[in-house]
């Protein structure tokens, strides 16, 4: 079993659905991240976070430290939000080194 | 522009060959990282080089050889690789490995095929 583990593995919604993208993890950690990696293979830092909740212009990241869960929501979602979201947890003893999830495949269709 | 470049993007190689893959990061961080993506898998660490020193290498088969002649500039030299090898190499910078707010930048990777 992963230590982080991800759900749904993919999802495709409807051009403007609100999207959950969820992440539970086994470990202690200082900082949980989350990703966004599109086809062509680059990953980018969406959010990183250690408590309560972060939001950036559409995507909200929210964690439960003491449930040891996360989740990543899409608000009004747009073809272009399509790609790979990976959740990632920085252990306690561990530093900036990262262990990752299997990543979930999102595809917003117009 | 990520600041953090690798390069070739793609690169087809026979189980003979020798290749380089290159990273080379413009954010004056101390920190480099070569990271294996495999599909379907999560992202698996392989080596870590801070201040240049390697620091960790994560029981990565030997025909993966590293290279870091500065903070800069992260090699990742290959040799006699196997089909299974066949995956997206991606090259990652933080400022220092001690901090756990200390965020990673990555590149776009290395498409790697072996034939």
């Known amino acids: 079993k992963n230590e982080v583990e991800q759900s749904p593995q993919n999802l495709t919604a409807q051009e403007g659905e609100f999207i959950t993208i969820n992440c539970s993890y086994s470990v202690g950690i200082s900082a949980l991240h989350w990703l966004q990696q599109h086809p062509g293979g680059g990953i980018v830092s969406l959010f990183m976070l250690s408590s309560g909740k972060k939001k950036h212009g559409r995507l909200i990241a929210t964690i439960n430290i003491q449930e040891k869960h996360s989740s990543l929501h899409i608000t009004a979602s747009h073809p272009r939000d399509s790609a790979v979201y990976i959740c990632a947890v920085a252990r306690e003893t561990s530093g900036s080194r990262l262990t990752f999830g299997e990543g979930t495949q999102l595809t917003v269709n117009p | 522009e990520t600041g953090v470049t690798q390069t070739p993007r793609h690169l087809v190689m026979g189980m003979t060959n020798k290749k380089s893959l290159k990273c080379e990061q413009h954010?004056?961080?101390?920190?480099m990282y070569w990271y294996k993506q495999s599909a379907k898998k999560p992202l698996e660490l392989m080596f870590v080089y801070n201040f240049k020193e390697q620091t960790e290498n994560n029981s990565v088969p030997s025909r993966f050889s590293p290279e870091c002649p500065n903070s800069s500039h992260l090699f990742l030299h290959l040799h006699t690789l196997q089909p299974e090898d066949s995956a997206l190499y991606l090259c990652?910078?933080?400022?220092?490995?001690?901090?756990?707010?200390?965020?990673?930048?990555f590149g776009n990777g290395t498409r790697l095929t072996v034939t």
């Open positions: 954010l004056g961080h101390n920190a």
């Open positions: 990652a910078s933080s400022q220092d490995i001690g901090r756990y707010n200390s965020p990673l930048h």
